[in-house]
């Protein structure tokens, strides 16, 4: 078992920066692999970004790439999301999820991957 508790979500404006952080318990960090997803009212939850067990592979969707930073200390238990240049079309309720074991490509980015997840804070950015 998994637990996962995100942090650090509120409300900011365009063009500023947020950190998310999540928190694992239960099977260490270093045997799951971690990501980053976001969902807004009516529709499905999507992927943001994604780390390897090992944390040697990043991915991140297109929206993000290049303003959002994925890293993980496995040493803490915790995998953190650094969010820069944040616009409108960021605001979501943010969720973390975990692999166990490995994923590699197409497989970090399916949450349909993701057996665990935690409780969602929410990422507001206002013009």
């Known amino acids: 078992q998994v637990q996962l508790a995100e942090s650090g979500g509120g409300e900011v404006q365009a063009g500023t920066s947020l950190r998310l952080s999540c928190a694992a318990s239960?099977?260490?960090?270093?045997?799951?692999?971690m990501g980053w997803f976001r969902q807004t009212p009516g529709n499905e939850r999507t992927f943001v970004a994604a780390t390897t067990r090992s944390g040697d592979r990043k991915y991140y969707s297109d929206s993000v790439k290049g303003r959002f930073t994925i890293s993980r200390e496995n040493a803490r238990n915790t995998v953190q999301l650094e969010m820069n240049n944040l616009t409108p079309g960021d605001t979501a309720v943010y969720y973390c999820g975990a692999i166990v074991g490995e994923c590699s490509g197409v497989g970090c980015r399916d949450r349909r991957l993701y057996r665990y997840w935690g409780q969602g804070t929410q990422v507001t950015v206002s013009s």
């Open positions: 239960g099977r260490t960090v270093g045997g799951i692999s």
